[in-house]
């Protein structure tokens, strides 16, 4: 069975434009969550998704993040006017809360770069 | 809010030598404690997880930790540490319900032979 996956692996961006981050998380998990690895602020935690309840958004660092999941499997990250601050790893993550076993798969991340 | 602690951002060991990575947390009211693993380049994986029962928990590759609830502890250890455990460590907390994970700030373990 496949991990979580997210594409692309890397992206460069000049400030200002906006990207978009996809993630596929494993299949017939319920839970999907972002984080952000930068190197001054370690792992943060962003949004997340369970099935159909409303996602918590408390970690959104600005009204420029936004984050949707469609059919409760692929999400997309969308980053608008992005600034050099903005340059991190973006990890996604699912689990199955049914299980009870707390833990999160990772996907590889993807790079992001604002010039 | 939850905060996590690990002490070192560093540790330099050499190869078959123990090691034990620090971490704190700021409560204790039920919480669920992990320990990842990244390697460069790559994502990050399990190594190992406390939610309830014995406070010793063992994971994979040799790794264990000790939950230390009046300590709000839960440290990372291996007896004899080898050149491919060279990764970053990251220490997490689940407070219960919150179901997001808070991080550490991670160590960076190198293992020299």
């Known amino acids: 069975g496949a991990g979580v996956s997210q594409s692309p692996s890397n992206k460069v961006t000049e400030k200002g434009k906006d990207v978009e981050l996809r993630c596929d998380p494993i299949?017939?998990?319920?839970?999907l969550y972002w984080y952000r690895q930068s190197l001054g602020q370690g792992l943060e935690f962003l949004i997340y998704?369970?099935?159909?309840?409303?996602?918590?958004k408390s970690g959104l660092p600005s009204d420029r993040f936004s984050a949707e999941r469609t059919g409760g499997s692929v999400s997309t990250l969308t980053i608008q006017r992005t600034q050099q601050e903005d340059s991190a790893v973006y990890l996604c993550?699912?689990?199955?809360?049914?299980?009870?076993?707390?833990?999160?798969?990772f996907g590889p991340g993807t790079r992001l770069t604002v010039l | 809010a939850q905060s996590v602690t690990q002490l070192d951002s560093q540790v330099p060991v050499f190869e078959e030598a123990p090691v034990e990575l620090r971490c704190n947390y700021s409560?204790?009211?039920?919480?669920?404690l992990f320990w990842y693993v990244q390697y460069p380049n790559q994502g990050l994986q399990l190594l190992l997880k406390?939610?309830?029962?014995?406070?010793l928990v063992k994971g994979i590759n040799g790794f264990e930790a000790e939950f230390n609830k009046s300590q709000t502890s839960f440290h990372l250890r291996k007896p004899s540490v080898h050149i491919s455990d060279t990764a970053e460590y990251f220490c997490?907390?689940?407070?219960?319900?919150?179901?997001?994970?808070?991080f550490g700030k991670g160590t960076k373990l190198t293992v020299n032979p």
């Open positions: 998704f369970q099935g159909n309840s409303a996602p918590d």
């Open positions: 406390y939610l309830s029962g014995s406070t």
């Open positions: 997490a907390v689940e407070q219960g319900g919150s179901e997001k994970l808070v």
């Open positions: 409560s204790s009211v039920s919480v669920y």
């Open positions: 299949s017939g998990h319920t839970a």
């Open positions: 993550a699912s689990n199955s809360r049914r299980d009870r076993a707390h833990e999160q798969f």
